[in-house]
């Protein structure tokens, strides 16, 4: 049976996550809810301790990234809040793919700036995953590239079409990535990512106002019409690996908030349902109460263990297909539990738990804002 327990170091990991995220995230949650933003003394501090810069020390990084230990640390993020954990780990995860598909020049060309101890921490990048019609599966890719050679120059471009939605720093980022899909590729070999310059023809970028929830993690929707970029602005070649690692990668990281958020609203359920006082005796020993904290338990310990395996199939190296139907298993199954177990929390409450004097109700939107 395979052993999924992490090991010593990524421990150590786990507990300096944990202890920042219950000591600065979770204190600044309606913060940067209210700011729909996230203080720049927060984020300095989390680049303070390397947990940020998982990119390879010869650029200036912490060292390469491994999907264990990062979901590891998505988890502990999430559960101090998971809009400033989505924020943080979105604004990762355009660099993030150049790393994993980019050439040389265009990993020196994106990643340092990101590993300046100086002004690092304030720099975002972007990818832009999810359609407007779809989730974040690859086969809901639908979004279509595909080659032009008819310039005047003579020079080749990409032409994209297509729509993207929830791209976390989506309207001020760089490097700003999409993924797309080569015109008549299905399947994970037609795949591809690109970097789209802020002047781009054909690009039109609106902003996510008035959102559910993530309200801290900024976001933009893209409509692309026949919108043209240079031939270099893509990673990679087509149907390249390290693109489907960097989708995969997201949607691990994705499921760690996730679970992060669920665990929150687990422990504060219970540690309100233990002082609650009903009918003489606290309501978390009546069996109404009792059987919704088991379930809650078992179903964020089944979405823990797929998402486990699948962070280790990512750091072994396994195959494009069966890595993408574990990364996917695990991100549906983390946000099923994260929506359920924030209801479950607000149930538990009862009336207090729509007031902001609790967290709850926010965890709950933003929960939902994970689709």
Excluded at 34 to 43: F, G, I, S, W
Excluded at 176 to 194: E, K, N, S, Y
Excluded at 200 to 207: Q, S
Excluded at 327 to 342: G, V
């Amino acid at each position: 049976m395979p052993n999924f327990a992490p090991t010593e170091e990524q421990e150590e990991v786990r507990e300096l996550a944990r202890s920042l995220a219950s000591e600065h995230l979770r204190p600044y949650g309606r913060e940067a809810e209210r700011a729909a933003n996230v203080p720049a003394e927060l984020l300095r501090t989390l680049a303070s301790t390397g947990l940020t810069t998982p990119f390879p020390e010869e650029f200036g990084g912490s060292g390469p990234i491994e999907a264990v230990t990062y979901t590891l640390i998505a988890e502990e993020l999430g559960f101090g809040d998971g809009a400033i954990a989505m924020h943080v780990l979105g604004s990762l995860m355009g660099p993030l793919t150049v790393m994993l598909a980019g050439s040389e020049q265009q990993q020196r060309a994106y990643l340092p700036p990101f590993c300046d101890a100086q002004g690092g921490y304030l720099r975002h990048g972007s990818l832009a995953f999810a359609e407007r019609t779809g989730g974040y599966t690859l086969g809901e890719i639908s979004a279509t590239v595909c080659m032009d050679r008819s310039t005047p120059s003579g020079d080749t471009s990409w032409i994209v079409n297509g729509t993207k939605r929830d791209v976390i720093h989506g309207a001020a980022s760089s490097p700003r990535v999409i993924l797309a899909r080569l015109d008549g590729q299905p399947g994970p070999h037609g795949l591809c990512a690109l970097v789209v310059p802020d002047e781009t023809p054909g690009l039109r970028i609106t902003h996510d106002d008035n959102k559910l929830g993530l309200i801290a993690a900024p976001s933009a929707s893209y409509t692309l019409e026949e919108a043209r970029l240079p031939a270099d602005s893509l990673l990679g070649e087509p149907g390249h690996p390290g693109v489907v690692r960097a989708a995969t990668l997201y949607q691990l990281l994705r499921a760690g908030v996730a679970c992060g958020m669920a665990r929150a609203g687990l422990e504060y359920a219970a540690d309100y349902a233990r002082q609650r006082i009903a009918f003489g005796r606290p309501i978390v020993s009546y069996q109404g109460i009792a059987f919704m904290f088991a379930e809650m338990a078992m179903k964020l310990d089944a979405a823990r263990l797929l998402l486990w395996r699948a962070a280790t199939s990512w750091d072994k190296g396994t195959e494009v297909a069966t890595l993408a139907r574990e990364a996917e298993a695990a991100h549906y199954q983390a946000l099923k539990i994260a929506k359920s177990a924030t209801i479950d929390t607000i149930q538990i409450l009862g009336g207090a738990g729509f007031m902001q004097d609790h967290p709850a109700e926010m965890w709950m939107r933003n929960a939902a804002a994970m689709e």
